[in-house]
C-alpha cells in the first residue's frame, strides 16, 4: 500500500504557519503483492511491526511522524524547530530505518522466491504551509510541492533505495556515501530535479571533514588573524598559557581559519608540540566531555604515554573530567600542548568546565598551553553559557571584504559571467560558504542568475535556525526588514515596527550578522542577501501581503519622486496590480533618463507585467494595449547596449498588438526598435527589413522626429552588413542631421555619437586610419571619462579599430575602458567585447598564453543573451590563434562559426577566418587549398573595401611561402603598412625580410 501523496497536495491557502521542513517519504516496496499473498491477520501484524520502527526510529532522529497510511509513512524534520542538519537527520533516519526493515521477517509462511522486506524511499526540503490535521489528514496537513516532490523521489527509488535531492542534502551529502549525482525528471514539474542515491554512511563527522571530502575552496585572506594566533603560538612555545576564542556566524570560516593555523604550526613550528582536536556537535544525542573524549580516544597507543593516559582510559564516568584534566596537565609538563575544541557553542556543561579548569590550573602552574576554541555568537550568553567570553583574546572573525570575496569568487569560477560575479558577491556579504555554494549553483546553472539559487533547502535550513535562536522581538523585526526589502530605510523601519537604529534589538542584530548600518547615512542594509531571501520566503504569504501594503502607504506618506521603484515593488508585492504598473513606468523613466539603463530595463518589465493584469475589456483593453506598446518601446531604448532574445520577443509582441490596433505611428516605432533592438543582437538581415518597414509606416504617418533618426538607424545596419557603399551616406546623412540637434538633450547627443563611431570604425575598416580617430575623437568628446553606456561602445570600436592598425598597447588601453565602462553599466555586450579584444592585443603583443581563454570567455558570457552582433569577430580572432597554435580542431570550429555569421551579413571576421583556413592548409602541405582560402581571405576584404585586410593576407601569403610569388606580396604588405600606419605588422613583416 502506497501513502498517497494527493493527501499533501497543493490546496486553497489555509490557516497554517509557513515552514521549511524536510520530508521523509517512506513506502513498503511490494507491498500489494505481499496482500496479495499473506494472511490478513499476518499482514496486520507486519504493518504493526513496521509502524513501531516507524515511531521508534524518527523521533530519535528528531523528526515527527506527519501520517502513517497503511505500509507509507510521511515524517517531516523542521517542526517545530528548523535545524540546520535537518537534511542530515531525515537521511539518518532513513538509513537507520532501511536497515532496521531488512532485518523484519513477516509472520507465517513465505514464498521460495520472497527477497525479503525492503523499504524505498525519497527526502525533499522546502517551504511548506503546516495546517493543523485530522483524522483524514495526519497529524498535520502540509500544504506545498515539497512533500509531493519527496512522494515522488520514494515512487522514482527502486528496492532498498533512498533518493535525497540535491538542494534538501548540499554539503551534507558528503557525510554519506551517495551514487553519482543525477537529474530525475519527475512527474508534474517542468524542470529536472538534481539528486542522489544515498547508499551508506561515510567515516565523517565534522562539517569541515564533510568540505575537505567534497574539495575546499581557497583560503581567501585572514592574514591578521592567522597573525594574531601565530603570536600566541610563540608565546606557548615560550612557557605561557593561552586562550584565544575564535567567534563567527555559520559559514564565515572560523573552522577553516583554524585548521589553516593548525596545518602552519605542523609545518613550520620550531619546536614540537602536540596537538589535541575535539569538536561539539548539536546531533542527537552528544556524549558528556565528548572534545576531550574524542582527544582521549586519538591518543590511543600513544608511545611512552604518562601513567595519567591509563587512569583516564580507565575512569569511571564520574571521575573522568579529573582523569582528562590530569592527563593534558601531565603532558603540558613534558612539551608545549595546543588544544583545539572546534563549536564550542554546542558544548556540555561538563567540557565547559573541564576547559575552564584546564586554563586555571595551567596559568597557576606556568604550563605551556595554548587553548583555541571556535563558537558562533549566542543571542543573550551570559557566564558559562557565553562559552568563549573568558577567553584571554577573542577573535571575532568578520566577513571577507569585497576584494576578497572577488578573489574568493575569481577562483572558484575562473571563467565566469561577471554580472553573476557581482551577483554572487552582493548576495553572499562576504561569507565564504555562501560564496563556495553561489558558485557551485552558478556553474550548475550555467549563466543563470544567483538570485533563483539561493534558496537551496540546506542553506535555507542554516539561516532559519540562525533565526530560531534570536529572540521574539529581533526575530520579528528581521522578518519585517525582510519585506522591506535587503537594504531598508531607518525612518521606515521606525515607522513600521517604532524601532531605530540605535534600538538595542536593532545593534543587537547588527552584532549577530543579520542587519548593519549600510555606507550611507539613514539606511541599514542585510549583511547577507541570502539570509534576506530565506527569511522573506519563509514569512507568511497574507503576513507579507499585509506588511507590503503598510510599507506603501507608509512610502506614499513620505512622498518624493524617487521612491517610485520602492513603491512598484510593494505595490507588486501586495498585487495592486494599477498602481504597481503607474509606479514601475514612472521608476523606468527615471532610469532612463539617468542612463541607468539596467535598472530601467527591470522597471520597464515590471510595468509590463502589472499590465497583464489590469482589464481587457473593449475600451480599457486598446488602452492597456496602447500603453503595453508604449512601455516596451522604452525597453527597447533601454535595452540597445545589452540586448538580449527576451527582449526581442517582447517588442515583436509589440508589433503583434500595434499591426492589430493599425496605428501606422504605432508600427513605425514598434518596427523601429526591432531593427535596433534586432541589430543589437546581429539580426543584420532582419533588422533591415523592420527599418524599411519603419522608413514606410514614418513616412505614411508624417513622423518627422522618427523620420530625422532613420537614416542613422539604417546607416549602422548596413555598416554592420559591410554594405559601406550604401551606409556611407546614410550616416553622413544622418550626422549632418543629429549635429545641430546634439546640444538639445542627451538623448541627440547619444545618437550623434554613435553615428560618429559607426563613421568612424568603416573609415578604419578602409584603412583610413587617420581620419577614423579623428572622428572617434569627436563621438568620443561629450563622453570621454563619464562611465555613460555609449563611451563603453565607442571605446570597444576604437580598440576594433587600434588592432586593425597594429597599435596593440593602445588598444589594449581602449579595451580595458570598454570593459570597465560596460560592467560598470551592465552592458554585457560592451563588458565581454572589451574583453575579449583586449586579449587579442595581448596576443598580438606578447602571444600572451592566456588570451585564447579569455576570449572563450567573453565569447561564452554573451551566448545566453542569443546576441550574435559582431560574433565574428571573437570567432575570427580565435581562429587565429588556434591556427597559429596548430589546435585544428578547435580552429575549424571557430573558422566555421565566423564563416556562418555571413548568413546574417556579418563579414567582419571573414578574412581573418580564411586566414585560419590557409594557415591550417598549409601546415598539413595542401598548397592548393591554402592558396584558394588565401584567394577568399582577399575576396572577403575587398567585399568591405578594406585595405588592410588586403594587406594583412599579403602578409600571410609572403610567411607561408606557398611559391616563388612571395616577396612581391610581402612588398606588397610592406608600402600597404607603411602607407596606413600599421606599426605592429610593420614589425612582423620586417622580420619576414631578416634571413
Same mark, same amino acid.
Given at each position: @500500500?502506497?501513502?498517497?501523496?494527493?493527501?499533501?497536495?497543493?490546496?486553497?491557502?489555509?490557516?497554517?504557519?509557513?515552514?521549511?521542513?524536510?520530508?521523509?517519504?517512506?513506502?513498503?516496496?511490494?507491498?500489494?503483492?505481499? !496482500?496479495?499473498?499473506?494472511?490478513?491477520?499476518?499482514?496486520?501484524?507486519?504493518?504493526?511491526?513496521?509502524?513501531?520502527?516507524?515511531?521508534?526510529?524518527?523521533?530519535?532522529?528528531?523528526?515527527?511522524?506527519?501520517?502513517?497510511?497503511?505500509?507509507?509513512?510521511?515524517?517531516?524534520?523542521?517542526? $517545530?524547530?528548523?535545524?540546520?542538519?535537518?537534511?542530515?537527520?531525515?537521511?539518518?533516519?532513513?538509513?537507520?530505518?532501511?536497515?532496521?526493515?531488512?532485518?523484519?521477517?513477516?509472520?507465517?509462511?513465505?514464498?521460495?522466491?520472497?527477497?525479503?522486506?525492503?523499504?524505498?524511499?525519497?527526502?525533499?526540503?522546502?517551504?511548506?504551509?503546516?495546517?493543523?490535521?485530522?483524522?483524514?489528514?495526519?497529524?498535520?496537513?502540509?500544504?506545498?510541492?515539497?512533500?509531493?516532490?519527496?512522494?515522488?523521489? =520514494?515512487?522514482?527509488?527502486?528496492?532498498?533505495?533512498?533518493?535525497?535531492?540535491?538542494? =534538501?542534502?548540499?554539503?551534507?551529502?558528503?557525510?554519506?556515501?551517495?551514487?553519482?549525482?543525477?537529474?530525475?525528471?519527475?512527474?508534474?514539474?517542468?524542470?529536472?530535479?538534481?539528486?542522489?542515491?544515498?547508499?551508506?554512511?561515510?567515516?565523517?563527522?565534522?562539517?569541515?571533514?564533510?568540505?575537505?571530502?567534497?574539495?575546499?575552496?581557497?583560503?581567501?585572506?585572514?592574514?591578521?588573524?592567522?597573525?594574531?594566533?601565530?603570536?600566541?603560538?610563540?608565546?606557548?612555545?615560550?612557557?605561557?598559557?593561552?586562550?584565544?576564542?575564535?567567534?563567527?556566524?555559520?559559514?564565515?570560516?572560523?573552522?577553516?581559519?583554524?585548521?589553516?593555523?593548525?596545518?602552519?604550526?605542523?609545518?613550520? &613550528?620550531?619546536?614540537?608540540?602536540?596537538?589535541?582536536?575535539?569538536?561539539?556537535?548539536?546531533?542527537?544525542?552528544?556524549?558528556?566531555? /565528548?572534545?576531550?573524549?574524542?582527544?582521549?580516544?586519538?591518543?590511543?597507543?600513544?608511545?611512552?604515554?604518562?601513567?595519567?593516559?591509563?587512569?583516564?582510559?580507565?575512569?569511571?564516568?564520574?571521575?573522568?573530567?579529573?582523569?582528562?584534566?590530569?592527563?593534558?596537565?601531565?603532558?603540558?609538563?613534558?612539551?608545549?600542548?595546543?588544544?583545539?575544541?572546534?563549536?564550542?557553542?554546542?558544548?556540555?556543561?561538563?567540557?565547559?568546565?573541564?576547559?575552564?579548569r584546564l586554563r586555571t590550573t595551567a596559568e597557576r602552574q606556568g604550563l605551556p598551553l595554548l587553548l583555541l576554541t571556535a563558537s558562533r555568537p549566542q543571542p543573550g550568553g551570559t557566564g558559562l553559557?557565553?562559552?568563549?567570553?573568558?577567553?584571554?583574546?577573542?577573535?571575532?572573525?568578520?566577513?571577507?571584504?569585497?576584494?576578497?570575496?572577488?578573489?574568493?569568487?575569481?577562483?572558484?569560477?575562473?571563467?565566469?559571467?561577471?554580472?553573476?560575479?557581482?551577483?554572487?558577491?552582493?548576495?553572499?556579504?562576504?561569507?565564504?560558504?555562501?560564496?563556495?555554494?553561489?558558485?557551485?549553483?552558478?556553474?550548475?546553472?550555467?549563466?543563470?542568475?544567483?538570485?533563483?539559487?539561493?534558496?537551496?533547502?540546506?542553506?535555507?535550513?542554516?539561516?532559519? =535556525?540562525?533565526?530560531?535562536?534570536?529572540?521574539?522581538?529581533?526575530?520579528?523585526?528581521?522578518?519585517?526588514?525582510?519585506?522591506?526589502?535587503?537594504?531598508?530605510?531607518? *525612518?521606515?523601519?521606525?515607522?513600521?515596527?517604532?524601532?531605530?537604529?540605535?534600538?538595542?534589538?536593532?545593534?543587537?542584530?547588527?552584532?549577530?550578522?543579520?542587519?548593519?548600518?549600510?555606507?550611507?547615512?539613514?539606511?541599514?542594509?542585510?549583511?547577507?542577501?541570502?539570509?534576506?531571501?530565506?527569511?522573506?520566503?519563509?514569512?507568511?504569504?497574507?503576513?507579507?501581503?499585509?506588511?507590503?501594503?503598510?510599507?506603501?502607504?507608509?512610502?506614499?506618506?513620505?512622498?518624493?519622486?524617487?521612491?517610485?521603484?520602492?513603491?512598484?515593488?510593494?505595490?507588486?508585492?501586495?498585487?495592486?496590480?494599477?498602481?504597481?504598473?503607474?509606479?514601475?513606468? !514612472?521608476?523606468?523613466?527615471?532610469?532612463?533618463?539617468?542612463?541607468?539603463?539596467?535598472?530601467?530595463?527591470?522597471?520597464?518589465?515590471?510595468?509590463? !507585467?502589472?499590465?497583464?493584469?489590469?482589464?481587457?475589456?473593449?475600451?480599457?483593453?486598446?488602452?492597456?494595449?496602447?500603453? *503595453?506598446? =508604449?512601455?516596451?518601446?522604452?525597453?527597447?531604448?533601454?535595452?540597445?547596449?545589452?540586448?538580449?532574445?527576451?527582449?526581442?520577443?517582447?517588442?515583436?509582441?509589440?508589433?503583434?498588438?500595434?499591426?492589430?490596433?493599425?496605428?501606422?505611428?504605432?508600427?513605425?516605432?514598434?518596427?523601429?526598435?526591432?531593427?535596433?533592438?534586432?541589430?543589437?543582437?546581429?539580426?543584420?538581415?532582419?533588422?533591415?527589413?523592420?527599418?524599411?518597414?519603419?522608413?514606410?509606416?514614418?513616412?505614411?504617418?508624417?513622423?518627422?522626429?522618427?523620420?530625422?533618426?532613420? $537614416?542613422?538607424?539604417?546607416?549602422?545596419?548596413?555598416?554592420?552588413?559591410?554594405?559601406?557603399?550604401?551606409?556611407?551616406?546614410?550616416?553622413?546623412?544622418?550626422?549632418?542631421?543629429?549635429? $545641430?540637434?546634439?546640444?538639445?538633450?542627451?538623448?541627440?547627443?547619444?545618437?550623434?555619437?554613435?553615428?560618429?563611431?559607426?563613421?568612424?570604425?568603416?573609415?578604419?575598416?578602409?584603412?583610413?586610419?587617420?581620419?577614423?580617430?579623428?572622428?572617434?575623437?569627436?563621438?568620443?568628446?561629450?563622453?570621454?571619462?563619464?562611465?555613460?553606456?555609449?563611451?563603453?561602445?565607442?571605446?570597444? *570600436?576604437?580598440?576594433?579599430?587600434?588592432?586593425?592598425?597594429?597599435?596593440?598597447?593602445?588598444?589594449? /588601453?581602449? &579595451?580595458?575602458?570598454?570593459?570597465?565602462?560596460?560592467?560598470?553599466?551592465?552592458?554585457?555586450?560592451?563588458?565581454?567585447?572589451?574583453?575579449?579584444?583586449?586579449?587579442?592585443?595581448?596576443? @598580438?603583443?606578447?602571444?600572451?598564453?592566456?588570451?585564447?581563454?579569455?576570449?572563450?570567455?567573453?565569447?561564452?558570457?554573451?551566448?545566453?543573451?542569443?546576441?550574435?552582433?559582431?560574433?565574428?569577430? /571573437?570567432?575570427?580572432?580565435?581562429?587565429?590563434?588556434?591556427?597559429?597554435?596548430?589546435?585544428?580542431?578547435?580552429?575549424?570550429?571557430?573558422?566555421?562559426?565566423?564563416?556562418?555569421?555571413?548568413?546574417?551579413?556579418?563579414?567582419?571576421?571573414?578574412?581573418?577566418?580564411?586566414?585560419?583556413?590557409?594557415?591550417?592548409a598549409a601546415q598539413a602541405g595542401d598548397t592548393v587549398q591554402a592558396r584558394r582560402y588565401l584567394s577568399l581571405a582577399r575576396g572577403a576584404g575587398e567585399q568591405r573595401n578594406s585595405d588592410h585586410?588586403?594587406?594583412?593576407?599579403?602578409?600571410?601569403?609572403?610567411?607561408?611561402?606557398?611559391?616563388?610569388?612571395?616577396?612581391?606580396?610581402?612588398?606588397?604588405?610592406?608600402?600597404?603598412?607603411?602607407? @596606413?600606419? @600599421?606599426?605592429?605588422?610593420? /614589425?612582423? !613583416?620586417?622580420?619576414?625580410?631578416?634571413?
Amino acid at each position: @500500500m502506497t501513502l498517497s501523496p494527493a493527501s499533501t497536495a497543493t490546496g486553497p491557502q489555509a490557516a497554517g504557519q509557513r515552514r521549511l521542513l524536510t520530508l521523509l517519504f517512506v513506502d513498503l516496496s511490494g507491498s500489494t503483492a505481499m !496482500a496479495e499473498w499473506m494472511e490478513a491477520e499476518h499482514y496486520a501484524t507486519m504493518l504493526a511491526a513496521l509502524r513501531d520502527l516507524y515511531e521508534r526510529i524518527v523521533p530519535h532522529h528528531g523528526g515527527v511522524i506527519a501520517r502513517i497510511q497503511g505500509d507509507g509513512m510521511l515524517a517531516v524534520f523542521g517542526h $517545530p524547530e528548523v535545524r540546520e542538519d535537518d537534511g542530515r537527520r531525515a537521511t539518518e533516519a532513513a538509513l537507520e530505518l532501511h536497515a532496521a526493515v531488512r532485518g523484519l521477517r513477516p509472520p507465517g509462511p513465505l514464498p521460495a522466491d520472497f527477497p525479503g522486506l525492503t523499504l524505498h524511499s525519497g527526502i525533499h526540503a522546502g517551504i511548506v504551509l503546516v495546517g493543523e490535521g485530522d483524522q483524514m489528514r495526519g497529524r498535520f496537513e502540509l500544504l506545498g510541492n515539497a512533500p509531493n516532490i519527496a512522494a515522488r523521489l =520514494s515512487e522514482a527509488a527502486k528496492r532498498d533505495e533512498i533518493i535525497a535531492s540535491e538542494e =534538501s542534502l548540499g554539503l551534507q551529502a558528503q557525510f554519506f556515501e551517495t551514487g553519482a549525482r543525477f537529474s530525475l525528471q519527475l512527474r508534474g514539474r517542468a524542470t529536472p530535479l538534481a539528486a542522489y542515491r544515498v547508499l551508506g554512511r561515510a567515516a565523517v563527522s565534522r562539517r569541515y571533514e564533510a568540505s575537505m571530502r567534497r574539495g575546499l575552496a581557497p583560503f581567501v585572506g585572514r592574514g591578521d588573524e592567522l597573525a594574531t594566533l601565530s603570536a600566541a603560538m610563540a608565546d606557548t612555545l615560550s612557557g605561557q598559557t593561552r586562550w584565544l576564542g575564535v567567534r563567527a556566524g555559520a559559514g564565515v570560516g572560523k573552522t577553516r581559519l583554524t585548521e589553516e593555523f593548525l596545518r602552519h604550526v605542523v609545518d613550520q &613550528a620550531e619546536q614540537p608540540c602536540h596537538i589535541h582536536r575535539g569538536y561539539c556537535e548539536s546531533y542527537l544525542s552528544a556524549e558528556p566531555l /565528548q572534545p576531550f573524549l574524542q582527544m582521549l580516544r586519538a591518543m590511543d597507543g600513544m608511545t611512552d604515554a604518562p601513567p595519567e593516559l591509563v587512569d583516564a582510559q580507565a575512569s569511571a564516568a564520574p571521575q573522568r573530567a579529573d582523569a582528562l584534566l590530569d592527563l593534558l596537565l601531565a603532558l603540558a609538563r613534558r612539551m608545549p600542548q595546543l588544544v583545539f575544541v572546534d563549536d564550542l557553542q554546542w558544548a556540555d556543561d561538563a567540557s565547559l568546565r573541564l576547559l575552564h579548569r584546564l586554563r586555571t590550573t595551567a596559568e597557576r602552574q606556568g604550563l605551556p598551553l595554548l587553548l583555541l576554541t571556535a563558537s558562533r555568537p549566542q543571542p543573550g550568553g551570559t557566564g558559562l553559557g557565553a562559552h568563549d567570553d573568558h577567553a584571554q583574546l577573542l577573535i571575532t572573525l568578520p566577513p571577507l571584504t569585497d576584494c576578497e570575496s572577488a578573489h574568493a569568487v575569481q577562483q572558484l569560477l575562473p571563467q565566469g559571467d561577471p554580472f553573476i560575479a557581482a551577483e554572487v558577491r552582493r548576495h553572499a556579504g562576504g561569507n565564504p560558504l555562501f560564496i563556495e555554494e553561489l558558485c557551485h549553483a552558478a556553474a550548475d546553472a550555467g549563466a543563470s542568475l544567483v538570485a533563483g539559487q539561493s534558496s537551496a533547502a540546506w542553506l535555507a535550513a542554516l539561516v532559519e =535556525s540562525r533565526m530560531g535562536r534570536l529572540p521574539p522581538e529581533q526575530a520579528r523585526l528581521v522578518r519585517l526588514a525582510a519585506v522591506i526589502g535587503t537594504v531598508i530605510p531607518v *525612518w521606515l523601519l521606525e515607522a513600521l515596527s517604532g524601532c531605530g537604529e540605535q534600538h538595542p534589538d536593532v545593534r543587537a542584530l547588527a552584532g549577530q550578522d543579520f542587519i548593519f548600518p549600510d555606507q550611507s547615512p539613514g539606511l541599514l542594509r542585510f549583511k547577507h542577501g541570502i539570509t534576506r531571501d530565506v527569511v522573506y520566503e519563509a514569512t507568511g504569504l497574507h503576513e507579507r501581503q499585509a506588511l507590503h501594503r503598510r510599507i506603501s502607504t507608509e512610502l506614499r506618506a513620505r512622498g518624493g519622486a524617487e521612491l517610485h521603484e520602492q513603491l512598484a515593488y510593494h505595490a507588486a508585492a501586495a498585487n495592486d496590480w494599477p498602481a504597481a504598473g503607474l509606479h514601475a513606468e !514612472a521608476a523606468g523613466d527615471q532610469a532612463l533618463a539617468a542612463s541607468a539603463l539596467d535598472r530601467a530595463k527591470k522597471q520597464f518589465r515590471a510595468a509590463l !507585467a502589472a499590465l497583464e493584469f489590469l482589464p481587457d475589456g473593449d475600451d480599457a483593453g486598446r488602452g492597456r494595449r496602447r500603453r *503595453w506598446i =508604449s512601455v516596451a518601446q522604452r525597453l527597447g531604448m533601454a535595452c540597445v547596449f545589452d540586448a538580449s532574445q527576451d527582449d526581442l520577443r517582447v517588442l515583436r509582441h509589440a508589433a503583434q498588438l500595434a499591426q492589430a490596433d493599425g496605428d501606422a505611428g504605432l508600427i513605425a516605432r514598434t518596427e523601429y526598435w526591432l531593427a535596433y533592438v534586432g541589430y543589437a543582437l546581429g539580426e543584420t538581415r532582419d533588422s533591415l527589413r523592420h527599418a524599411r518597414a519603419a522608413v514606410e509606416q514614418a513616412q505614411q504617418c508624417g513622423d518627422h522626429a522618427l523620420l530625422a533618426q532613420l $537614416p542613422g538607424t539604417v546607416g549602422q545596419l548596413q555598416a554592420a552588413a559591410a554594405d559601406y557603399a550604401q551606409a556611407i551616406p546614410m550616416l553622413d546623412l544622418a550626422i549632418q542631421r543629429q549635429r $545641430p540637434r546634439a546640444s538639445k538633450n542627451a538623448v541627440n547627443r547619444i545618437g550623434l555619437s554613435f553615428s560618429l563611431c559607426c563613421r568612424a570604425y568603416v573609415l578604419g575598416d578602409q584603412g583610413r586610419f587617420s581620419d577614423a580617430h579623428e572622428v572617434f575623437a569627436e563621438a568620443l568628446e561629450p563622453f570621454d571619462g563619464s562611465g555613460h553606456a555609449v563611451e563603453a561602445s565607442i571605446q570597444g *570600436w576604437r580598440a576594433a579599430v587600434l588592432l586593425w592598425q597594429g597599435r596593440w598597447a593602445d588598444a589594449r /588601453q581602449a &579595451a580595458a575602458v570598454a570593459h570597465r565602462v560596460g560592467a560598470q553599466v551592465r552592458s554585457m555586450f560592451t563588458c565581454a567585447m572589451g574583453h575579449a579584444a583586449g586579449a587579442y592585443g595581448a596576443w @598580438m603583443a606578447a602571444a600572451d598564453p592566456l588570451a585564447r581563454q579569455h576570449i572563450l570567455d567573453a565569447t561564452a558570457w554573451l551566448a545566453p543573451r542569443g546576441g550574435g552582433l559582431y560574433s565574428s569577430f /571573437q570567432h575570427g580572432w580565435l581562429a587565429d590563434i588556434l591556427s597559429t597554435q596548430a589546435d585544428n580542431a578547435a580552429a575549424r570550429h571557430h573558422i566555421a562559426r565566423a564563416l556562418k555569421r555571413g548568413r546574417q551579413h556579418d563579414w567582419i571576421g571573414g578574412a581573418m577566418a580564411y586566414r585560419a583556413a590557409a594557415r591550417l592548409a598549409a601546415q598539413a602541405g595542401d598548397t592548393v587549398q591554402a592558396r584558394r582560402y588565401l584567394s577568399l581571405a582577399r575576396g572577403a576584404g575587398e567585399q568591405r573595401n578594406s585595405d588592410h585586410e588586403t594587406a594583412v593576407t599579403a602578409l600571410l601569403e609572403a610567411e607561408l611561402q606557398l611559391d616563388s610569388a612571395w616577396p612581391a606580396a610581402l612588398a606588397l604588405a610592406l608600402a600597404e603598412f607603411e602607407r @596606413m600606419g @600599421m606599426t605592429g605588422f610593420l /614589425q612582423r !613583416a620586417h622580420r619576414l625580410q631578416q634571413p
